[in-house]
Nanobody, 121 residues
């Protein structure tokens, strides 16, 4: 499975951005897709996840109400819609695919290259 993210960039606090992650190769094995992020000097954190078939979503408390994950099965694409962005959302955002139901990073077998989001105050 290959994952390619797009949509990163620089945005002012309070603004919005949308990330996209396109999956290819072996997509029929994917059960859950997720977004993680790593801020400078910090551990990689879970942001949110969506089950590929049912579309059930899960979010970290820090992004609930501000971020939304959606998917387009026909395009093998998962989106992360981010609004009301804060400087503390600045991080490299990674798309990941799991062959099971999990929100733990160790449960994800496939990762994208990451895309930088910088939120200026």
């Amino acid at each position: 499975v290959q994952l390619v993210e797009s949509g990163g960039g620089l945005v002012q606090a309070g603004g919005s951005l949308r990330l996209a992650c396109v999956a290819s190769g072996g997509t029929d094995r994917i059960v859950t897709m997720a977004w993680f992020r790593r801020a400078p000097g910090k551990e990689r954190d879970f942001v949110g996840a969506i089950t590929w078939s049912g579309g059930t979503t899960y979010y970290a408390d820090s992004v609930k109400g501000r971020f939304t994950i959606s998917r387009d099965n026909a395009k093998f694409t998962v989106y992360l819609h981010m609004s009301s962005l804060k400087p503390e959302d600045t991080a490299v955002y990674y798309c990941a695919a799991s062959l099971g139901y999990t929100v733990l990073a160790r449960g994800y077998d496939y990762w994208g290259q990451g895309t930088q989001i910088t939120v200026s105050s």
